[in-house]
């Protein structure tokens, strides 16, 4: 089993930055990709990033490409999403989740899910 906890929500203007961090517990963290994924509200679950266990692939939606960056610290068990140039349309809940294998975009591949954290953009 592994635990996901998401933190570094929060309101921001257009235009702004935040970091968000998903602390991850339980079973090896080095040996699953990571991703993030965001639901608006009346809209299903959609891909953010990913990153595989050891940093070798990373994939981003396109509506995020250059703006967002993935990364993970296996030492400290933690996968980050830095979030720049922020804009209105990324506001959403987002989710941090665990793949024991390469998953990519498919979110049914993955095995576990964090609460989300809310990030809310003002124009």
């Known amino acids: 089993q592994v635990r996901l906890v998401e933190s570094g929500g929060g309101l921001v203007q257009a235009g702004g930055s935040l970091r968000l961090s998903c602390a991850a517990s339980?079973?090896?963290?080095?040996?699953?990709?990571m991703a993030w994924f965001r639901q608006a509200p009346g809209k299903e679950r959609e891909f953010v990033a990913a990153?595989?266990?050891?940093?070798?692939?990373?994939l981003y939606a396109d509506s995020v490409k250059g703006r967002f960056t993935i990364s993970r610290d296996n030492e400290k068990n933690t996968v980050y999403l830095q979030m720049n140039s922020l804009k209105p349309e990324d506001t959403a809940a987002y989710y941090c989740a665990a793949a024991n294998r390469w998953a990519g975009v498919f979110v049914y591949y993955y095995d576990y899910w964090g609460q989300g954290t809310q990030v809310t953009v003002s124009p």
């Open positions: 339980g079973r090896t963290f080095s040996g699953y990709a």
């Open positions: 990153l595989s266990w050891n940093g070798g692939s990373i």
